[in-house]
């Protein structure tokens, strides 16, 4: 029985294509700045996303923290959403690291902040407050797509307050294809932004940070610091650059199976959350402990959360999501 892991998109393993395109990767010391495939990878994105430059780093987490690092120096501050991965899921790192107070909000249900209070919680320049420099949004955010409109607003709000905006696009490629867009018609509003290679795209390992010369010169400097400073990683870019060229379009695919199974589970009576792109929310309360169980024994991984969340990826296939189903019909048999 093979297993289904609905846990997260990050549980992907690579596939034969990219396998072969690691084995073939030209490689150098990217320390130096001279390994081929990362150089590529690095432009490759930077060139497709609108920015001057690209930075390859091991992780999402690594990228926003170099991201909100390089614009924001000690004794400043960024406004980000309460369930922001910049802000919640990244250890503190920003501050810890980067002595920058976060100013978190309360996210409203499309994923995104209210830009009133976003304007109004821009500091007066006053020596009583740390200095608000940036803005830093999330998209896809739970599995939400942020709207063009919205994303223009912001540039224009920040614009004016003269705040520089980041985006954590860990998942931006879903937001595209979901939008039926380019990802520079999401990425053009923002001064920084980070991709993440390992989700929905299906490489083993990798994010870039992209933005200006200047920018992504200072995240260069940052990224030795933190210990990102990687040498042969030209056989990790190859996986990275053949998802970017071979696994975007098939992201659809993903988000087809996740509505697929929202649909079945709203058809089994259960409280399903709407589906925009690659995650299904599911409101379990209390048996959320014994689903996980019950779906562990016929080759099912699931986190295990009152508010389930199930994420759909190049490793789950139409196939899988029936079985899935059948697993949660006979789970709400008993
Ligand atoms: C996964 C993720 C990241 C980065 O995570 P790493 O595990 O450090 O690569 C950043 N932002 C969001 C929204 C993510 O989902």
């Known amino acids: 029985m093979s297993v289904i892991d609905l846990r997260s998109d990050t549980v992907t393993q690579p596939t034969p294509g990219m396998l072969e395109a690691m084995l073939g990767a030209e490689l150098g010391d990217d320390v130096y700045g001279e390994d081929p495939t990362v150089n590529r990878l690095e432009q490759y994105l930077a060139d497709e996303l609108g920015f001057a430059a690209g930075l390859f780093v091991p992780t999402g987490t690594m990228s926003n923290l170099l991201g909100l690092m390089a614009h924001c120096a000690r004794g400043d501050e960024y406004i980000v959403g309460q369930q922001a991965h910049t802000y919640k899921y990244e250890g503190g790192?920003?501050?810890?690291?980067?002595?920058?107070?976060?100013?978190?909000l309360e996210m409203q249900a499309d994923g995104s902040l209210d830009l009133d209070r976003v304007e109004a919680a821009i500091k007066q320049d006053d020596?009583?407050?740390?200095?608000?420099?940036?803005?830093?949004?999330?998209?896809?955010?739970?599995?939400?797509?942020?709207p063009l409109s919205y994303l223009a607003a912001a540039r224009a709000l920040t614009d004016k307050r003269g705040l520089a905006l980041h985006l954590d696009g860990a998942r931006l490629y879903n937001a595209a294809v979901k939008l039926g867009v380019e990802a520079a018609?999401?990425?053009?509003?923002?001064?920084?932004?980070?991709?993440?290679?390992?989700?929905?795209?299906?490489?083993?390992?990798?994010?870039?940070?992209?933005?200006?010369?200047?920018?992504?010169?200072?995240?260069?400097?940052?990224?030795?610091?933190?210990?990102g400073g990687m040498r042969q990683a030209g056989v990790l870019a190859a996986a990275?650059?053949?998802?970017?060229?071979?696994?975007?379009?098939?992201?659809a695919d993903d988000h087809a199976n996740a509505a697929r199974l929202a649909?079945?589970?709203?058809?089994?009576?259960?409280?399903?959350?709407p589906v925009q792109t690659n995650m299904v929310y599911v409101e379990f309360g209390e048996r959320a402990e014994a689903l996980k169980g019950f779906c562990a024994e016929r080759g099912i991984k699931l986190s295990a959360a009152s508010r389930l969340r199930m994420v759909t990826h190049l490793d789950v296939?139409?196939?899988?999501?029936?079985?899935?189903?059948?697993?949660?019909?006979?789970?709400?048999?008993?």
Do not use: W
């Open 240 to 251: 990275g650059l053949y998802a970017l060229e071979h696994q975007v379009a098939r992201l």
């Open 185 to 227: 018609e999401i990425t053009r509003h923002f001064d920084s932004v980070s991709v993440c290679l390992s989700k929905g795209l299906g490489a083993p390992v990798g994010s870039v940070l992209c933005g200006g010369h200047e920018l992504i010169g200072k995240a260069r400097r940052l990224r030795k610091m933190v210990g």
């Open 127 to 146: 020596f009583h407050f740390a200095r608000t420099r940036l803005l830093a949004l999330e998209n896809t955010m739970q599995g939400k797509v942020l």
């Open 263 to 273: 649909a079945g589970l709203g058809e089994l009576g259960y409280a399903v959350e």
């Open 317 to 334: 296939s139409a196939e899988d999501v029936a079985r899935v189903l059948e697993a949660f019909s006979a789970f709400r048999r008993i």
């Open 93 to 104: 790192g920003a501050a810890v690291l980067g002595s920058i107070q976060p100013q978190p």
